[in-house]
């Protein structure tokens, strides 16, 4: 399985950006799926997660309320859509997923089976 993600980009704080992870080579049904950033100098970070199963999500408490986790019908696509984003949400955001379904594993670990290469996004004040 490998991951893609798109849709990063250059916004202005307050504005929004929609990111995508899509697998190729499998679907998402089954496993647990999320999104991590890092910056220079500090350690990657967790964003949001998502178990496919029954759809429960954690998100990190510096995106609550502003950034959503989903997945489309077909479960082949990971999104992330980021509202109100802020300069300290400039990174890189890579997309991970693990096919066992362990989500909390994947949440308090950052164990992942598959990740992606990672996709630029920087928030200007």
């Known amino acids: 399985v490998q991951l893609v993600e798109m849709g990063g980009g250059s916004v202005q704080a307050g504005g929004t950006l929609r990111l995508s992870c899509a697998a190729s080579?499998?679907?998402?049904?089954?496993?647990?799926a999320g999104w991590f950033r890092q910056t220079p100098g500090k350690e990657r970070e967790r964003v949001a997660a998502?178990?496919?199963?029954?759809?429960?999500?954690f998100y990190a408490d510096s995106v609550l309320c502003r950034f959503t986790i989903s997945t489309d019908n077909g479960k082949n696509t990971l999104y992330l859509q980021m509202n109100r984003l802020k300069p300290e949400d400039t990174g890189i955001y890579f997309c991970?997923?693990?096919?066992?379904?362990?989500?909390?594993?994947?949440?308090?670990?950052?164990?992942?089976?598959?990740w992606g290469r990672g996709t630029q996004v920087t928030v200007y004040p």
């Open positions: 991970a997923a693990d096919r066992r379904g362990y989500l909390l594993q994947l949440w308090e670990k950052s164990l992942a089976d598959y």
């Open positions: 080579g499998s679907s998402f049904y089954g496993f647990a």
């Open positions: 998502l178990f496919m199963r029954d759809g429960r999500t």
